[in-house]
């Protein structure tokens, strides 16, 4: 077990900076030349952390646009499997070095990652969907809920419309139009109890943090959060986890 001065000495905040000074750099000339970006809610950002960013997730086009549009430095923990990326998005997540966590276990470092970053006043950016394979919002799985009441970290929802079919687009010359709206930080959040009672709760809050960023997308992608009874009916067909009983690490293995 790592004492907290090992801890943030493994995982310092904020983590390669250099590349990251040059990332930020392509996705600013990226967003203004290559897609009509629109930005609400710039100042809901706090200055200083520990804050848990948690946006939805519809295309693996997401992660650049938090990158490009938080100021603060922002570490991740996210999957590495992007089957349906470009190959030089599958390589991002290595050139920003993403903390890892396969999709369908238990990650021991993006939770020693994560306790770390807070600690250290930092903001740290996690999916609460864990993945995305639909668009439209679905439940969320139990990591952010648990990393904020682990951590102690306020949260800050983040609402991404637009990003899902954006290089369709772009090869068609099309300049895509994507709208990033910033919620008001909430939280923190506090789960007590053990086993299953406590496996509830951390659901009933990961409904919490879902109905914030339900506030900063248009109805129609609402989802299972919806209140058309015809459009929570569509989402329950795309609702579930795909990764239920099997690891990411499975489908890795298939590819190959």
Excluded at 20 to 31: D, E, M
Excluded at 61 to 75: F, G, R, W, Y
Excluded at 76 to 91: E, L, S
Excluded at 233 to 241: R, S
Aim: net charge positive.
């Amino acid at each position: 077990m790592l004492n907290d001065e090992a801890l943030l000495k493994k995982y310092p905040y904020p983590q390669n900076q250099v590349a990251r000074f040059f990332i930020k750099a392509l996705l600013r000339f990226f967003f203004r030349f290559f897609t009509k970006l629109e930005v609400e809610g710039l100042e809901n950002i706090p200055e200083k952390g520990p804050i848990l960013v948690v946006p939805n997730h519809f295309d693996f086009a997401d992660s650049p646009a938090v990158i490009h549009v938080m100021p603060q430095p922002t570490e991740f923990i996210a999957g590495f499997n992007m089957p349906h990326a470009p190959a030089f998005v599958r390589r991002f997540p290595h050139w920003y070095k993403v903390y890892p966590a396969h999709r369908g276990t238990a990650s021991t470092v993006a939770m020693r990652a994560a306790k770390a970053i807070m600690k250290q006043d930092g903001f740290l950016c996690i999916f609460p969907e864990a993945g995305s394979w639909a668009s439209v919002l679905r439940p969320a799985r139990p990591g952010a809920a648990f990393i904020a009441v682990e951590t102690g970290a306020r949260l800050l929802p983040i609402g991404i419309v637009g990003t899902l079919g954006m290089f369709d687009k772009l090869k068609s010359f099309e300049r895509p139009k994507i709208t990033i709206k910033i919620g008001k930080p909430f939280g923190p959040l506090t789960a007590e109890g053990r086993g299953r009672k406590r496996r509830e709760k951390l659901d009933e809050l990961g409904d919490e943090i879902m109905l914030k960023i339900k506030e900063l997308v248009p109805a129609e992608l609402h989802g299972i959060y919806s209140d058309d009874p015809e459009l929570r009916k569509e989402a329950e067909k795309v609702a579930a986890y795909p990764w239920d009983g099997r690891s990411e690490q499975d489908f890795e293995d298939l590819d190959h």
